[in-house]
């Protein structure tokens, strides 16, 4: 099994930063994408992030340009920089592993899928 843990959300102002953190552990067997998504009250859980195991990422047309993922593989532990945050940003913010998934590669984010594994999320306010 693997367990993932976030951390880094709250409240901040419109154009204003936060950083997210993903605490993996367990055991990774095959080749995983570690991806960032996101709901809002009413709507679908939509992808924002995605990296794979050689690093190449992907991201949601709305972040682009203001949220960027990275992991430290020594720590096990995503990441997610949020830069000039949108009201529209507002949303829980889950981690998620998929194995065998080349997330970079995909048409869309809706192709992120199966997820494997979720976090149990944290909450961003714009």
């Known amino acids: 099994d693997v367990q993932l843990v976030e951390s880094g959300g709250g409240s901040v102002q419109a154009g204003g930063s936060l950083r997210l953190s993903c605490a993996a552990s367990?055991?990774?067997?095959?080749?995983?994408?570690m991806a960032w998504f996101r709901q809002a009250p009413g709507k679908r859980r939509e992808g924002v992030a995605a990296?794979?195991?050689?690093?190449?990422?992907m991201y949601g047309d709305s972040v682009k340009g203001r949220l960027t993922i990275s992991k430290d593989n020594t720590k096990n532990t995503l990441f997610l920089q949020m830069n000039s945050l949108k009201p529209e940003d507002t949303a829980m913010y889950y981690c998620?592993?998929?194995?065998?998934?080349?997330?970079?590669?995909?048409?869309?984010?809706?192709?992120?899928?199966?997820?494997?594994?979720w976090g149990q999320g944290t909450q961003v306010t714009v």
């Open positions: 998620a592993v998929l194995f065998d998934v080349f997330c970079s590669g995909a048409s869309t984010v809706d192709d992120w899928a199966p997820v494997d594994y």
């Open positions: 367990g055991y990774f067997h095959r080749s995983a994408c």
């Open positions: 990296v794979d195991d050689d690093d190449s990422t």
